[in-house]
């Protein structure tokens, strides 16, 4: 079919920008829109890695949860989620230096999953407010003791 047949065919389509920068945010603004649904399914995927870490805390199965959590570090920031992507740093950071005869340290993995599934649970975008703020200061010091714990200069800086 050519324009001659369907004059709608020369007609430009209004309802896409020429502007590549309006593009990019239509496309961001829908892709924020479907977010919440599909970090629920990575944060499954998530919960599934700390299981059998928790069942093997190998050097196999903390690199497939760092990765996890990585996954949900880059793309939290993005989509408003900016908590997302904090807790995911202190995880892979944490998850670097594990330390598999330290029970504590499984702990505190434990927390950081519970507190991304918290934040996408009750969808809390942006710093979280006075709870999301008193939650990541919380999930830094229990960082920072259990590595005190460990070895003084190990500590992450709260």
């Known amino acids: 079919m050519t324009a001659r047949d369907d004059p709608s065919l020369d007609a430009p389509d209004r309802s896409v920008s020429d502007d590549p920068i309006a593009r990019a945010r239509a496309v961001i603004a829908e892709m924020t829109n479907s977010y919440h649904r599909w970090v629920r399914e990575d944060v499954q995927r998530l919960t599934e890695s700390y299981r059998a870490f928790q069942a093997q805390p190998d050097t196999a199965h903390v690199q497939a949860l760092a ?55 009750r969808r809390m975008a942006g710093d979280g407010g006075t709870a999301g703020l008193g939650m990541m200061k919380g999930l830094r010091a229990a960082i920072a003791k259990v590595r005190e714990e460990r070895a003084p200069e190990d500590a992450l800086p709260t």
Do not use: H, K, N, W
């Open 67 to 121: 990765g996890r959590f990585q996954d949900l570090q880059d793309q939290g920031q993005t989509f408003g989620y900016p908590m997302v992507s904090e807790i995911g740093i202190l995880a892979v950071r944490f998850l670097d230096d594990y330390d598999p005869q330290a029970p504590r340290e499984a702990e505190v993995i434990r927390l950081l999953l519970e507190a991304m599934e918290l934040v996408i649970d």
